[in-house]
């Protein structure tokens, strides 16, 4: 019942408002994160944390995050999204 909760607490911080954020972020929530790592759940909630313009510049690729945690939680979206 806890990890229904946070999926749930997830794919709602996931909505950001900003179409571009949108259409990565909320289908890895509804279709990735449950099978994700505890490690990489913890850091996609930490990513959740950002602000919206850190996000779009690290998944429009015009930089890449400073935190090794980020950028792999980053490249995992990037993936998920290009294998829809």
Known sequence: MADDIDVKRVCWHSRRGMLELDVLLVPFAEQAYASLAEEDKARYRDMLEREDP???????????????????????????????
């Open 54 to 84: 850190d996000l779009f510049s690290w998944f429009m690729e015009y930089i890449t995050p400073d935190e090794p945690d980020m950028e792999r939680i980053v490249n995992l979206v990037r993936e998920h999204a290009r294998s829809r």
